[in-house]
C-alpha cells in the first residue's frame, strides 16, 4: 500500500484565495427573492401546515384561483400581504440590493384593472385581479428596499384572440402605470413555469410550438415598449419522470 505523508497531502492542497486570479465576478443582486403575485393580491395559497385558518372575505370564490388539477383541500384564502408594514421593508432592506420577482404561478392568470375602483372579480379568462393600488405598493416596497422589480406577464384565455394567440394588451396597461408613478420593471418572464403551462392557466393544449409563437411576440412587444427592461429566458420546474413529480398534475393538456 501506497504511503503518503498527511503533511505533504495538505500542503499539496492548500488554497490561497487572495493568490488566485479572479476571472469573473457576481452582480450585486445576485442573491435575490419572490413574492408570489398572490399574496400581493389576495386569494387561495398553499395551505400553511398545522391549524392556521383564515376567514376568506363574503363573495370570493373558493376555487376559481386554484390551480388547474390541483386538490382544492390543499389551499386556504389568504389576504393581501401588508408591503408597507416598516418591520418588512427593514428587513427586505437587509438583502438589498437584489430583485424582488412578483410572479409565480397565479401571475399567469392574473387581470391587471387599470382603473378604479377595481373590479370585485376578476373579467372572463382570468381567475385573480391586481389592483392600482396593490401594484403600486409593490413598486413603493422595490423602492424602500433598494430592489428591482422582476415579474411575468398574463397568458391565459383573458389575453388571446379568437386563435388562441397572446395578444400585449394587458402587459401594456401594466408597463404604462408602472411608469407613471416613477416604477421600473427591470426584467420580466413571458410566463410562470411553462413546462406546467396548463396547471399554470394556459389554453388546453398549449404546447412547446404555441409557447414558441407567443414568446416571439412578447419579445417584439417588449423591444417597442419596453427596450430598456431585460427579457428573461422561462423559469421551469418539474423536469423529471418521478411518478409523484409536479409535472404530472395539470401540467398536460
Do not use: C
Not at 376567514?55 to 390543499?74: E, Y
Not at 389568504?78 to 440590493?97: E, F, I, Q, T, Y
Amino acid at each position: 500500500m501506497l504511503s503518503v505523508d498527511a503533511h505533504a497531502q495538505e500542503a499539496a492542497i492548500k488554497i490561497d484565495p487572495s493568490k488566485m486570479m479572479r476571472i469573473s465576478s457576481i452582480d450585486k443582486r445576485f442573491q435575490s427573492y419572490n413574492i408570489e403575485m398572490l399574496e400581493v393580491t389576495g386569494g387561495m395559497f398553499w395551505k400553511p401546515y398545522g391549524p392556521v385558518s383564515r376567514k376568506q372575505p363574503s363573495g370570493t370564490s373558493q376555487k376559481s384561483d386554484v390551480p388547474a388539477g390541483m386538490d382544492a383541500n390543499l389551499y386556504e384564502y389568504r389576504p393581501p400581504v401588508d408591503l408597507s408594514n416598516g418591520k418588512l421593508r427593514k428587513l427586505a432592506s437587509a438583502l438589498g440590493p437584489a430583485y424582488v420577482r412578483v410572479s409565480g404561478t397565479w401571475a399567469n392568470t392574473t387581470y391587471f384593472a387599470d382603473a378604479d375602483p377595481a373590479p370585485s372579480s376578476p373579467p372572463s379568462g382570468f381567475s385573480g385581479v391586481l389592483s392600482r393600488e396593490r401594484w403600486k405598493g409593490v413598486v413603493d416596497f422595490a423602492a424602500a428596499s433598494d430592489a428591482k422589480i422582476v415579474t411575468s406577464m398574463a397568458i391565459s384565455p383573458g389575453v388571446r384572440d379568437s386563435a388562441g394567440v397572446w395578444t400585449p394588451g394587458q402587459a401594456r396597461r401594466l408597463f404604462d402605470y408602472t411608469r407613471s408613478i416613477g416604477g421600473d420593471i427591470a426584467a420580466a418572464e413571458f410566463m410562470n413555469e411553462p413546462t406546467m403551462a396548463t396547471m399554470g392557466g394556459a389554453p388546453k393544449g398549449y404546447d412547446a410550438e404555441s409557447f414558441g409563437r407567443d414568446f416571439k411576440l412578447f419579445a417584439s412587444f417588449v423591444r417597442q415598449a419596453a427596450s430598456g427592461m431585460r427579457i428573461l429566458g422561462p423559469g421551469s420546474v418539474g423536469e423529471t419522470t418521478a411518478p409523484d413529480a409536479m409535472i404530472h398534475y395539470g401540467s398536460q393538456a
